[in-house]
């Protein structure tokens, strides 16, 4: 009877392995698995190889087609008459979301701390000298920036902080300096030029595709005429003598408005802009695979 048990147990772990690894195999995988060696493909049905007739290897793999901006797997598209370098194609490449690095300015960051240290001076030297009713400025009175700043020795604490400050400002100067450029700069100098390249270029619009995740590169002209014309079908669109954005909100902001319910109301009432604006119209690419 154990004996009986365990075959039942062997063979049900058999089938549910089977069963396991035909659910993860791929159809399209299973069928070149299948006919490989009846069309001489290599082991690996991932990798076509065929044989070639003047090679003592035998196999040879099949070339890919040379890479292009249409078709790099960089997951950029380009679709307008503008040839972009390899620099711009790799700026392109790291997405619209990427966000290159600003350079420090050692002089605005030094005037930058001297400001700050000073207004805060400015605030202890007002709370301690000046009554409590004269501190309002009248309307007549200058208010041009000034550039005096209230002598040292008067706050220990602030003392202290303004010192505490300039000290990690020096040393923070300091290690940027010993610090190579490929540390402090995510982008070299040639695509930082691509990068201004295409600020200055009015003739291309670069925008994502509707999906996949690419950068797709296309005329300003093709561009606006694709928007033209999908706002001139009235069967989804109706040009309008003026913005009806004021009249809406003031219909939801009612206290009697029937377009919320009060709970819906107290919910979403927080998350309503104060000064609305219409959206902006915009398309984007479809991208085929």
């Known amino acids: 009877m154990r ?4 075959q039942q147990h062997r063979s049900f772990l058999r089938k ?3 069963i396991n690894s035909l659910i993860r195999q791929s159809p399209l995988l299973s069928r070149l698995t299948r006919v490989r060696r009846s069309l001489g ?18 196999h040879q793999q099949i070339p890919h087609p040379p890479a292009t901006a249409e078709t790099a797997p960089s997951g950029v598209i380009n679709v ?9 194609l790799s700026v392109l490449k790291r997405g619209l979301s990427f966000c290159p690095s600003t350079p420090i300015d050692k002089v605005e960051l030094s005037n930058n701390v001297i400001e700050l240290s000073r207004k805060v001076r400015l605030r202890e030297w007002a709370n301690n000298n ?12 200058n ?11 008067r706050n220990a604490f602030i003392d202290a902080f303004v010192s505490s400050v300039n000290s990690h400002l020096d040393s923070f100067l300091k290690s940027m300096e010993q610090k190579p450029q490929t540390e402090t700069d995510n982008l070299s100098r040639s695509e930082r030029n691509a990068l201004a390249s ?17 950068v797709v590169v296309m005329d300003r002209s093709g561009y606006i005429s694709e928007a033209e014309s999908q706002l001139s079908d009235t069967r989804f669109y109706t040009k309008l003598p003026d913005d009806p954005t004021p009249i809406y909100y003031k219909e939801i902001d009612k206290p009697d408005s029937k377009l919320l319910t ?13 000064a609305p604006k219409p959206a902006i119209f915009y398309t984007l690419p479809k991208s085929t695979n």
């Not at 307008?80 to 711009?88: A, M, R």
């Open 80 to 88: 307008s008459n503008t040839e972009l370098t390899t620099k711009q």
């Open 262 to 274: 009060v709970m819906l109301k107290h919910e979403v009432m927080p998350l309503i802009p104060m």
């Open 16 to 18: 549910f392995k089977k």
């Open 130 to 141: 000046i009554p409590a009713p004269e501190r309002i400025i009248p309307q007549h009175v």
């Open 41 to 58: 493909l290599g082991p690996d049905p991932t990798r076509l190889h065929f044989a070639h007739p003047h090679s003592d290897a035998g």
């Open 3 to 6: 004996s009986f048990r365990s």
């Open 143 to 153: 208010t041009l920036k000034k550039k005096w700043t209230p002598p040292s020795k």
């Open 198 to 214: 295409f600020k200055v270029n009015s003739n291309i619009i670069i925008k994502p595709a509707d999906k996949g995740g690419a």
